[in-house]
Structures are given as C-alpha cells and as structure tokens.
C-alpha cells in the first residue's frame, strides 16, 4: 500500500464486518496484492469501553482481543469485497 493513494480517512461500510455501529468499524482500507493475497489496514481505537479495562501498566497496551477482533474484520471484509461472499442476515 502507498499512504499517497491510501490515507485510511474511512472506515469500510459497517455491512461488510458485520457490526451494528460505525465506531465498531476498525478496518480503513483493503488491498488485493495478488490473487490469493489481500492486505487490509486497521485503526485502532486509543480507548475502547470493551477492550479497554485494564488498570496499570497493560493499560497502556492493546487488548490481544482488540486485535483479533481487528482480524475478524478484516476476514469478514475480503470474503465479502473480493470472494463474493453475499451479505445474508
């Protein structure tokens, strides 16, 4: 990814990770670098009332599940916008 043609100023569509909210959405861009590679680009929040719980020094790290759901996203993501997944409920 080039930060001249990607600048993450938006999320992906809420559909496509499945989340119900836009401040649920960590995913800001998604790449197809070959045919079976894809690259995605996350943000992740400085706070977060779910994964963010910890007192002391772990406050001042990522959640492990804060990025494994950044992961998930991401999965949910490509299935859908590249594999032609559809969006079922």
Do not use: C, K
Not at 25 to 49: C, E, G, K, M, W
């Amino acid at each position: 990814m080039n930060d001249v043609d990607h600048r993450h100023l938006h999320t992906v569509s809420r559909e496509i990770v499945h989340r119900a909210a836009l401040a649920e959405v960590f995913v800001t861009d998604l790449v197809r670098r070959a045919d079976d590679v894809y690259a995605s680009a996350v943000q992740l929040p400085r706070s977060h009332a779910f994964y963010g719980d910890h007192v002391g020094p772990r406050a001042r790290r990522y959640d492990p599940l804060l990025v494994m759901e950044a992961a998930r996203q991401s999965g949910m993501a490509v299935v859908h916008q590249f594999l032609g997944v559809p969006l079922t409920r």
